[in-house]
């Protein structure tokens, strides 16, 4: 109650400052993320990039706000995401920490950014602990998170009669917590998993936990892992005959650049949960026409986009409370609706998760595809309502 | 009754020794090549994982650009990226002959991570799909798994490869100039054998090695830039358990290792990433000089 009415208390006053004079307030945005590693392509520069087009289209230098973005690869460790961000906030003066994929390094900066009382906002990452036993005031998730996953491809695995499942699963943070939250749904929905395979991660040779995994009879072997990890799966199932034999696959976490990276040929359908997709309306394809031309030809995937609107309401509720101070940055953040071309309309709630639609994807055959990036079809909208955990089960400790 | 006291179906376990062989293939091509070029230049060639990735990328350039499939890859990619080993050793690594060891490691590193960041930069990190050549599609059923015909052509190309390098350097005349400019490179040049031109053509000859694993490994691994960094430090691993400059002793632990890594995968596939640098340092305990290695 008390730490309400000091926020309360700061943005009015930082609003009346930002009224009485309309000094220039500066911002430094420092993007975190996997700039060289298996992840590069879904984070990597491309989320520089996404940053820079919502620094642009929120116009921040015409409405007095200077902003400076610096970027750094943390390889995908969270020794060096610590490093960085302490480095960043202590000597630097960084004010907001995007993007941060890979869940070990996510939940390291966390714990920092908690400390140092500076925002984080994260795309990449997707335990959904960051909402969860982990929560900050200062953090927001934005994207995705692996209750969403599961409750996307998981559920829908289960309602077309996959019950019984095997899983193989990235050793890390991020693979236990897809792990966990699938099996819940698989659970509640009156499935069964019948066993586990935890491989090293980055791997590179999938076959003999596929072939553990085939032994098991399951009829869904579920891959929790990502990007080369899971596009090596596929493609490995595939030479081992396990989806012929009768067994589905169900790529927890598949992003449009591991579709690309595997060929239509090999990730035919597949079902899969995203929060976004460029060739969803003529927003998203204006954005991701752009996007394209920055970068290296490739489209957007759902961490660029959700960098871009993330960065853009921050940037929104850095002109309306007039500075940069965390509190009052935060407090308006999570006051005001979220509305960008992207993700559309939105809320961030207490716990820090931003609330939006989520889209069950099945990728398209190649007769059916019309070309290079035309590769999912829309199955399924899942409203933003029943799109995340509910708040109350998420033991985040400022619900309570 | 040993099954069951282990916890494993038999088909479980012959199938995973299969799978661990078929592993065990590539760490034995790529630490065989490290083994020559060690072995003959004294230079640990920390760009193998590189070339090794380059000869994966030339598949797919070679089909991407010119249409050629991946029988032409099979010979044209070898030699190729073998040439521009032989271009490297020329220019380059030529000059550090007689600087230490931790010269060479630092200039081949070096080139591994320009080679690698070049095409990260160029292709991005997410891999280029490769299909596997439709003569050698499909499988066989074993009974205890089903063997994809394709990972079978890979052992089978791999132990003609290895045990044909072997009778060449061990068995043959040239093998036998090789050896001996090994033992005293100044002597066997004054019997009028050009030394330094058969360090250039082992250098190629090592990396065109590292290629064809490439090329192998190009449709049942993803081809992106950093293929072989995951996997060379696995590989110089094999070779310290084998014996630095073994050619036989890295054959063998390329295949046992490869058998104990995929018997780890059914055990405790946690520690599968691992149990190479376990076993590492317990060899390097016991006997320093590696498993078949000469003390010297």
Known sequence: MRKTTTTAAIALLAGLAAGAATAEISVKIGVLNDRSGLYADLTGEGSVIATRMAIEDFGAAERGISVEVVSADHQNRPDVASTVTRQWIDVDGVDVIVDVPTSSAALAVNDIVRERQKIFLVSGAATSDLTGPACSPYTVHWTYDTWSLANGTGRAMVEVGGDTWFFLTADYAFGHALERDTSAVVEETGGQVLGVVRHPFPGQDFSSFLLQAQASGAKVIGLANAGGDTVNSIMQAAEFGIVQAGQSLAGLLVFITDVDALGLDDAQGLVLTEAFYWDLNDDTRAFSQRFAELGNGNMPTMIHAGVYASVLHYLKAVEAVGSADSDAVMAMMKEMETDDPLFGQGVIRTDGRKVHDMYLFRVKSPDESTGRWDYYELLNTIPAEVAFRPIEDGNCPLVQ | ?296
């Not at chain 2, 093998?175 to 190629?204: D, H, K, Q, S, W």
């Open chain 2, 1 to 296: 009754m040993l099954f069951d006291l282990l916890g494993v179906t038999p088909q479980a376990l012959f199938s995973q020794l299969l799978l661990g062989l078929i592993n065990g293939s590539f760490y034995a091509m790529l630490s065989l090549g490290l083994a020559i070029i060690f072995g003959l230049l004294n230079i640990i060639n920390f760009t193998h994982g590189a070339q090794y990735m380059l000869g994966a990328f030339g598949s797919w350039m070679l089909l991407h650009y010119t249409g050629l499939n991946y029988w032409y890859a099979l010979f044209l990619v070898p030699i190729a990226v073998g040439f521009t080993g032989v271009i490297l050793e020329r220019l380059l690594i030529s000059r550090l002959y007689h600087l230490d060891h931790l010269y060479g490691l630092l200039l081949t590193f070096g080139l591994a991570l320009i080679i690698q960041g070049l095409l990260r930069n160029e292709y991005g990190i997410s891999g280029k799909p490769y299909a596997i050549p439709e003569q050698l599609r499909g499988g066989q059923n074993l009974g205890f798994m089903f063997l994809p015909n394709y990972r079978a052509w890979v052992i089978a190309v791999s132990i003609v490869v290895c045990f044909g390098t072997w009778y060449m350097i061990e068995r043959t005349r040239l093998g036998a100039y090789l050896r001996a400019a090994t033992e005293n490179p100044t002597l066997v040049n004054a019997f009028g054998i050009n030394v330094p031109l058969m360090i250039t053509a082992t250098y190629g000859f090592g990396v065109a090695l590292a290629a064809l694993a490439g090329v192998l490994a190009a449709p049942i691994y993803s081809v992106h830039p950093n293929m072989g960094a995951d996997l060379i430090i696995v590989v110089f691993a094999v070779v310290v358990i084998g014996g630095m400059g073994s050619i036989l002793g890295a054959i063998l632990t390329g295949f046992g290792l490869g058998l104990v890594e995929g018997l780890t995968r059914v055990f405790y596939p946690e520690a599968s990433a691992v149990v190479i640098f376990v076993i590492m340092a317990i060899v390097l305990l016991v006997k320093p000089a590696g498993l078949f290695g000469r003390t010297v």
